[in-house]
Structures are given as structure tokens and as C-alpha cells.
């Protein structure tokens, strides 16, 4: 690349889950040359876990994440249970699980709908930052803020209900879970279940309102047709909590599928970028340019053949429809599926919390001791690996953690690029407005940038701006 | 003339004991809860966490060791003593690498309950995080330093229970360490999963293998009282 003539930084990208930063480098016609999403933090969990006990490790490992620990611990529930060789949990502990599973979801996708992108959505990408933010729902919103807010309680009471603590919970144990769903603890959570329904319905038609009314503005804004990988049961039927991997092209054609957790090493290889601590995923035999893919609510409602919930069947088919069936690459149709999954969740709590095989005490199984192990389950953003070896001993002794926001590093950085080049190519003076459609590109992803690096540190995200000598000529940032 | 029968007080309450009984023993059979960390029923009390510090006739010992004496006066729950045992305890924090959040015996960790009921939320002394081992060799018991305090039950247990001395103090000072003999791993050892030490250790040093986490949060001991009249150490 010749010497860029402006960079411009965006520091921190805020209202996402991590600590992140954009450069952008122009040239001296103000012309883009280069965008991209910098992840700089660093944890090293898949280090400092090498030498604990395996049993250990559902529990440790969730201290990766304070949004969705739920998902790290059953992920590596699920690993663990074949190295205490147990392949199918009891009836019981399963749907404890899964309980626990869309529970979080529901929580998960509440919070990033209502929490971090309504306010772009509700205001305008570029509307006056002091009210473009969650105050500023709160205060035109009031309803609407509220319904998120309880939205959130819910699912967090599920995930206390099931694994001990709203936060960073005990529940899930090597081939099982450590306690049914009481009678008491259910009938908590029953009286709400229908509120909740209705108002993830109603949710659900906001997004897909909204996409409709701004489907010109947004069908170009960020997107790029990619590769989609999500695991679906194996009836094709979308399943968060376990199956096998599947993988389309951007016009819907299978690039692999049934695909084993234990088999990923065979399909998908890790790119080190040295400007980023988080990796760049890509599939095997597309090669690192072709093969990069997006996963999360929109890669699992485009890979999957159905949902086998009805009223998220139904708002699945109605977007389906707007592609004629083929994948849809929108990058802010992010939202619409995710509020879709959002449905889907509920509507499992509702199935599972009338389920009796959850009060009983056929909690735990065992069986013949492996030395390794790999789970996938999907997390509210997307596909989570765990690879774990384990020694006779009992101790970790290798672990790989592929997180969901690490499989969508090279689809965030290709729309961080597609929208600086859309919004800041040419333009003779940046606005806040105009770097916020970088954040909004960013935040269609929900990305957990501290998960991504397994990262510690507080939470936001930085913008920049280059000129062509290297000099910073702007820069935004928010605490 | 000997009596059979000794009279003090404990924070102006009057206490009966009998001759050879300690401050300890006095208050535990008068339902007085004096804060204890290292003393185990069946070992020979020693004095080393000196958590159950009382001021007896205004001198600062360890109620565990100290005999009662007719007429003492022994001040227990003052502020005073109070904060002497937040120290102590603090430092047993500090010294070590408690990281309670992934540990497996965090709600029925002894030094988390004595922490509990000393009010003691986060650490005030600066974390010194040691270099510590772990050895996993044995097929049935994890041994964590990580998380040693140095209490000596495991040695008295070991050595006066259980008949081996599978463990033993090595160094001086801050270089003291719990340890088994030179060149041994864990399996080298006599150590047995039936062996009383293995449910000796108040913390997670000493850890029965594969039954982590079995026991769901709200149903560990602390979860249910911060200091039981009985901590239960399994």
C-alpha cells in the first residue's frame, strides 16, 4: 500500500461488548484506502487454563464474558462431557441446559436490541449523539425501554433458575447439570411467560418494520454477499445448543454440512494478523481469501431449513421470502433475525418449562474417561468452539477457543471497509454522524470483543482517521 | 483446693468451664461464637491462623490454646479484636491465590466463611501473587497451593489421625510451604481417598478429584449461613 494520506481513529466504538478501535487510511483526495477494526485487548485464557482440573473449566472458562458466560459454560459442559465419556446426557440434564441456553439468549438478544442498537435504529444513524443513546430511549421511549429491561430480567431469572447464579453459575457439570428446575422455581418464572411472548412478538415486528421501511438504505449499507456457518440439528432444523456444522455459499449452496465439532480442524483454519490480537477464521477449502464467513443470528436463520418453534417459523419464512429462500446478505438484517431467534427462544422456555422431565433427579452420567474433546454450541453471536486436551491426570493440557466474534472478524472488517468507503470516501470533513455509520456497522454483529481475545479491560471502542504521511487527523472516542 | 468447676467472663458474660477446658472449649459449650480458621475437633490446637485471638485479662492470645483460668476476663467481640482478626485474615488472602470465583470449593471454603463474618468484602493488603504448584499425580486427590494457609490441619491429620505423615512444613517465614517428602509427587505417598486429611483442609488445597461443583449454588454451606456452628469440610 502507498503511504496513506489521513487516519482517521474511532476510539472506543462504543455501545459494544469490548474494547476495540478503527483506523482509517485516506488519501490526499480524502479517498479510502484502508478500514479496520482493531481488537486490542489480550486475556490468554486458553493459556492460564493449561494445568486445572477439567472439572474445573466450565466454571472458569465463563469468567471469559459477563453477557453471555452461559454460553462458555455449557460449551464447555458439553466438551467435558466426552472426557468423562458421555455422549447423551439424561433426559433431565439436557433440557436443563437448553433451558439455561435460551434463557440466555432471550437475555442476550434482548439487551443488545434495546440496550445498543435501538437508539441508532430509533433516532437515525446520525442524529444528535446526546439523545442517540440509551437515556435518550428511556426518556422518548419509555415503554419500549421498560420492555427491554424486563425482557432482560426474564431471561436472566431462567439462567438462575438453572444453573445457581444470574451470572457466572455452577449449574452445568461433566456429563450433567447439578440440580433439577424445582416445582417452586418454575412456577416464578410461569406467570410472566405470556408477557413475555407478546412483547417478543411485537419485538420481532419492529425490527422487521423497520428493515422494511429503510430496505433501500440498507440492503447495500455494509453488506457484502458471504459464506454463512451455523450447526443444525440433524433434521436441518435450527438448534442453538448442539448439533453439526453446516456451511452455504452466498447464494444458498452447501459448502459442507454434518459436519462433527470433532472434525472443525479439517474445515476451518486460523489466520495471525499482527494488527489485530483476534484471529482470522477462514474455510479450508475456499482458501483465505474466499473463504471467510459470517456466523451468528442471521448465518443461523439463512444455513438452517426451519425452526421448530411456530411463530418464529413463520417470521423465518416471511424473511426468507424477501430473498426467494436464498441466504440474505444484509448486514442490518443482523437485527431482524436476531429478534427472530429472540422469538424462538421464549417460545422453547415456554415448551421446556411445562416439561416434568425438568424436576427430575436423573441428573448425571458417566462413562469411559477420553483425552479430548470439542463442543460447539451457539452463542447469542454466533458459533462457539471449545478444543480441549486433557491428560490422564485430570489437567488441561491444550485448549482452542474460537468465539463467535472472532468468526465474524473478517465480515466486520469488510463492512468497517465497505462503509468508509460508502460514508467517508471524498468527503472533505468528517462528522460524528458520519463515523457513527462505521459503529452501526460494527454493532449490527454484536460483537464481544472481550470474548474475541478472551480480553480484560472496560468496554469501548475507538475510531481514527490517517492522513497519507501517517499523521492522526481525527479521532473519535467515548468513555 | 482444686474446684471443679471455673468461672470467667467473656465480653461481661459469666461462663462456666471445666478445669483443663480452653476459652475455646468454654465458649463453644455456652453457644459464645468466638471466629475460628485452623482448630479442628481431634487435633491438638496450635494457635497458627490466630483468627480465635481473644484479649484475656488485656493480653492479646489464641483462644484455642489459651486454659480457662478462674476469674479471667476475656473480651471476644470488640471492634478491637475485630480488626486485628480482618487483618489476619486479609493477609491469608493476599499471601495466597485465592481466585474464589473459579474455585471448587468456594462456598464451603472456611476462609471465605471467617471472611464472611468478619465483614471482610475485598482484600486491603496488595495482592502478592505467589509462584505456587499444583500435583495432580494421585488418581483420586488434586493437591492446589495455590490456595494453602498454612493451617497444619493436614499435617496433624495425616500424622495423628490417620497414622502417615504424607505432609510437612518446608522453609521459614515467608518462605514456609506445605509439602510432601523431597522428589515425591502426590501418588508417591501413602495417601489415601478413605484418609481423614482429605476432608481436613478448610480451604481447596486438598481436593477429592472429579466431584466439583456437585453441589449447586444456594445449597453450600455459606450460602446458607455465614458462619455455621459446625463448618463442614468434605
Known amino acids: 500500500m502507498s503511504a496513506p494520506a489521513k487516519r482517521v481513529i474511532i476510539e472506543p466504538v462504543t455501545r459494544v461488548e469490548g474494547h476495540g478501535k478503527v483506523s482509517i487510511y485516506m488519501d490526499e483526495q480524502n479517498r479510502v484506502q484502508q478500514a479496520r477494526l482493531h481488537i486490542v485487548e489480550f486475556r490468554g485464557f486458553e493459556r492460564f487454563i493449561q494445568g486445572r482440573p477439567y472439572w474445573e473449566v466450565p466454571v472458569l472458562v465463563q469468567r471469559l464474558c459477563g453477557i453471555c458466560p452461559v454460553s462458555h459454560h455449557l460449551c464447555a459442559a458439553k466438551a467435558m462431557d466426552q472426557i468423562v ?25 434482548a439487551l443488545h436490541f434495546f440496550h445498543l442498537c435501538s437508539p441508532d435504529l430509533l433516532f437515525g444513524f446520525d442524529a444528535d449523539p446526546a439523545i442517540r443513546n440509551v437515556i435518550g430511549v428511556i426518556r422518548e421511549y419509555p415503554d419500549l425501554a421498560k420492555q427491554g429491561v424486563l425482557m432482560r430480567k426474564y431471561g436472566q431469572e431462567v439462567i ?74 440433524q433434521d436441518g432444523a435450527m438448534d442453538l445448543y448442539d448439533g453439526n456444522l453446516r456451511a452455504v455459499s452466498p447464494e444458498g449452496e452447501r459448502i459442507f454440512d454434518g459436519v462433527k465439532p470433532m472434525e472443525y480442524t479439517d474445515y476451518f483454519q486460523e489466520e495471525v494478523r499482527d494488527w489485530s490480537y483476534m484471529k482470522f477464521p477462514f474455510i479450508k477449502s475456499l482458501g483465505r481469501e474466499e473463504g ?54 421464549i417460545e422453547k422456555i415456554r415448551e421446556l418449562l411445562h416439561d416434568p422431565d425438568l424436576q427430575s433427579d436423573d441428573l448425571v452420567l458417566q462413562g469411559e474417561r477420553r483425552e479430548e474433546a470439542v463442543a460447539i454450541i451457539e452463542a447469542p453471536r454466533g458459533s462457539l468452539f471449545h478444543h480441549y486436551q486433557v491428560n490422564e491426570q485430570d489437567e488441561v493440557v491444550m485448549a482452542n477457543l474460537i468465539v463467535s466474534t472472532t468468526h465474524n472478524n473478517t465480515a466486520m472488517n469488510t463492512a468497517v471497509q465497505r462503509v468508509a468507503e460508502d460514508h467517508l470516501d471524498g468527503q472533505p470533513e468528517l462528522t460524528e454522524g458520519m463515523l457513527n455509520h462505521v ?39 467515548k468513555a | 483446693m482444686s474446684k471443679d468447676k471455673i468461672t470467667f467472663t467473656i465480653d461481661g458474660c459469666e461462663v462456666t468451664a471445666q478445669p483443663g477446658q480452653t476459652v475455646m472449649q468454654a465458649a463453644d459449650a455456652a453457644n459464645i461464637r468466638i471466629p475460628q480458621l485452623c482448630y479442628l475437633e481431634g487435633l491438638t490446637p496450635h494457635g497458627s491462623c490466630r483468627v480465635c485471638i481473644v484479649k484475656a485479662n488485656g493480653r492479646l492470645d489464641t483462644s484455642c490454646t489459651l486454659p480457662a483460668v478462674e476469674g479471667m476476663v476475656v473480651e471476644n467481640n470488640t471492634e478491637e479484636i475485630n480488626e486485628y482478626r480482618r487483618d489476619l485474615v486479609d493477609m491469608l488472602f493476599v499471601e495466597g491465590n485465592h481466585i474464589c470465583p473459579s474455585c471448587e470449593k468456594s462456598g464451603d471454603c472456611e476462609l471465605q466463611g471467617v471472611a464472611y463474618e468478619l465483614g471482610i468484602t475485598a482484600p486491603k493488603y496488595p495482592y502478592q501473587f505467589p509462584r505456587r504448584e499444583t500435583d495432580a499425580s494421585h488418581p ?51 495417601l489415601d481417598i478413605t484418609d481423614q486429611v482429605v476432608g481436613s ?34
Open chain 1, 292 to 345: 471467510w464467513y459470517r456466523v451468528g443470528p442471521l448465518s443461523r436463520v439463512n444455513v438452517c431449513d426451519f425452526i421448530d418453534t411456530p411463530a418464529a417459523e413463520k417470521e423465518r419464512q416471511e424473511f426468507m421470502a424477501l430473498t426467494n429462500g436464498k441466504p440474505n446478505n444484509i448486514t442490518m438484517a443482523y437485527h431482524w433475525t436476531r429478534m427472530i431467534e429472540l422469538l424462538h427462544a
Open chain 2, 201 to 234: 483442609c478448610p480451604v481447596g488445597t486438598i481436593l477429592k478429584k472429579r466431584v466439583g461443583f456437585a453441589v449447586p449454588v444456594g445449597e453450600r454451606t455459606y450460602d446458607k449461613e455465614p458462619h455455621p456452628e459446625q463448618p463442614v469440610s468434605e
Open chain 1, 85 to 109: 465419556g458421555v455422549d447423551k446426557l439424561t433426559p433431565a440434564a439436557e433440557k436443563i441446559r437448553r433451558l439455561a441456553h435460551y434463557g440466555q439468549t432471550f437475555q442476550s438478544h
Open chain 2, 140 to 190: 483420586d486427590i488434586f493437591l492446589d497451593l495455590n490456595r494453602c494457609i498454612l493451617c497444619a490441619r493436614c499435617v496433624q491429620t495425616s500424622r495423628d489421625l490417620d497414622g502417615k505423615t504424607v505432609f510437612e512444613f518446608v522453609g521459614r517465614g515467608p518462605d514456609k510451604k506445605l509439602a510432601i517428602r523431597p522428589g515425591a509427587r502426590l501418588a508417591d505417598t501413602e
Open chain 1, 160 to 233: 438462575k433458575a438453572t444453573v445457581g447464579k444470574k451470572i457466572h453459575g455452577t449449574g452445568a457439570i461433566p456429563g450433567g447439570v447439578n440440580k433439577p428446575l424445582s416445582v417452586a422455581e418454575r412456577d416464578v418464572l410461569l406467570p410472566d411467560l405470556e408477557q413475555m411472548l407478546e412483547w417478543a412478538v411485537a419485538t420481532v415486528k419492529i425490527a422487521k418494520d423497520y428493515t422494511a421501511e429503510h430496505l433501500e438504505t440498507l440492503k447495500d449499507f455494509a453488506t457484502s454477499p458471504t459464506n454463512h456457518v451455523s450447526i443444525v440439528r
Open chain 1, 439 to 477: 459503529e452501526v456497522a460494527i454493532r449490527a454483529y454484536d460483537p464481544c470483543l472481550s470474548c474475541a481475545t478472551h480480553a480484560l479491560g472496560q468496554m469501548p471502542l475507538v475510531v481514527s482517521l490517517f492522513d497519507h504521511q501517517g499523521n492522526l487527523i481525527a479521532r473519535k472516542s
